[in-house]
């Protein structure tokens, strides 16, 4: 078992070394790029990015990290624009976004694919296929959350559409939210789980998926291809 | 009437003097040389891994490989130092003993914050992360949380403290995870 701390910065994405062996990781890949352990990689662990919310109301017994009394004042709720406004050191000029367009970056069977997240978040839920696989990109009933899911319902591919009045509203958190897919005509939540018809019970696999800066994607990822609707 | 002054010690003095003044020049090149890669050992790497600042492959390998170095390098080349500045300190010229503290000061510098690590004064890690239930919690529902599921384990990072910390080690579910930001 390894413990990682915060070991430095490469071109805006951090480095960090564990305390066992002082080999060096980058934090985007878990690879291990220098030490001891070199060419090693962690695993990815499956990971959301919500609300809190949303994700206290598909959560009820989950626990929150608390703050640290001593650095609340380092804390910032208005990290996203601020974030935004830092200096870039790398940037793609030529490529059809800009270095801190938000994107939505999926990697299957080695190909990667990156979404624009003002497109995403117009278009929510984009159906899409990487390498043959058929994808379901959706934004959260919030406006803000987003998952991506595995567009197969028993072996066979599936589309979805959102209900009726499901539109998502970042003022207030929409209930009622709910996704139907063609094939089954039934009931899917934003977990990726049918509540209604034929298809009850059932939940959609996870593609792992990072919300990330463009130039950020792209310099790891330079064979990336960009979604356009 | 003077006596002239024997000869023999007058022929060895400047053959001492040739010979010392050759052995004091290695020892300040040792000296020079030890006290550079001292500073080479932190200051290199420091210089190539500051933030806003762009990092080519080759320059990045070279920062990882010094700084993985740094702590051993740098005390040995330190106690170098300090056993020639010894050796040295008799003979030297007040402006050479000035130099040569000056010196020893920049090299024990670079031996100790190798040791240190500065990121971590920047971005403080979570030392024992406490966790509130979800109910406790005073987040702000708009907020944005990272979160996972292990074992039945749920938990919620806030991006607002992970943006700060950057890194936490946790064990959820059974499974030991680093969670980033």
Redesign the interface.
């Known amino acids: 078992m390894l413990h990682f701390y915060l070991a430095g910065i490469n071109n805006q994405n951090f480095l960090m070394r564990d305390r066992e062996t002082g080999t060096w990781w980058q934090q985007i890949t878990g690879k291990a790029i220098y030490g001891p352990l070199q060419g090693a990689a962690l695993d990815l662990v499956l990971s959301d990015e919500l609300t809190f919310g949303q994700w206290r109301t598909e959560s009820p017994s989950g626990q929150v990290l608390a703050p640290v009394a001593k650095y609340t004042k380092e804390y910032d709720s208005n990290w996203e624009p601020d974030v935004a406004k830092l200096p870039v050191v790398i940037s793609f000029p030529g490529t059809e976004l800009k270095s801190r367009d938000v994107v939505i970056g999926l990697t299957i069977d080695g190909a990667a694919r990156s979404y624009p997240w003002e497109t995403f978040a117009k278009q929510s839920p984009v159906l899409d296929r990487v390498n043959g696989t058929p994808l379901l990109l959706v934004l959260g009933p919030d406006g803000k959350s987003f998952r991506v899911f595995l567009a197969r319902i028993d072996g066979h591919d599936a589309e979805f559409f959102l209900q009726a009045n499901s539109s998502a509203d970042p003022a207030a958190h929409n209930k009622d939210w709910t996704m139907l897919d063609t094939t089954t005509a039934s009931q899917w939540n934003f977990q990726g789980c049918a509540t209604s018809g034929p298809a009850q019970g059932k939940c959609l696999a996870r593609i792992p998926a990072l919300k990330d800066y463009w130039f950020d994607w792209r310099n790891y990822h330079p064979d990336t291809t960009v979604y356009k609707r | 009437m003077s006596v002239p002054a024997p000869s023999t010690p007058q022929l060895q003095t400047p053959q001492t003097d040739r010979q010392g003044r050759r052995i004091s020049f290695c020892l300040w090149t040792i000296f020079s040389l030890c006290a550079l890669s001292a500073i080479a050992f932190f200051f290199i790497?420091t210089f190539i891994?500051?933030?806003?600042?762009?990092?080519a492959p080759r320059a990045?390998?070279l920062?990882?490989?010094l700084?993985?170095r740094a702590p051993l390098g740098t005390l040995i080349a330190a106690l170098t130092c300090f056993v020639l500045a010894f050796a040295l300190w008799r003979t030297a010229s007040r402006w050479r003993k000035a130099l040569l503290t000056l010196t020893l000061l920049v090299v024990t510098f670079s031996a100790v914050v190798a040791r240190l690590?500065y990121?971590?004064w920047m971005?403080?890690?979570?030392a024992g992360?406490?966790?509130?239930?979800?109910a406790d919690?005073k987040?702000?529902?708009?907020?944005?949380?990272?979160?996972?599921?292990?074992g039945g384990?749920?938990?919620?990072?806030?991006?607002?403290?992970?943006?700060?910390?950057?890194?936490?080690?946790d064990v959820v579910g059974g499974?030991?995870?680093?969670v980033?930001y």
């Open positions: 790497p891994i500051r933030p806003f600042r762009y990092q990045l390998f920062a990882m490989s700084r993985q690590n990121f971590e971005f403080h890690p979570i992360p406490q966790f509130l239930a979800q919690s987040l702000d529902p708009k907020e944005m949380i990272m979160s996972v599921r292990l384990d749920a938990r919620a990072y806030p991006i607002s403290q992970m943006a700060y910390h950057h890194i936490l080690n499974v030991p995870i680093t980033t």
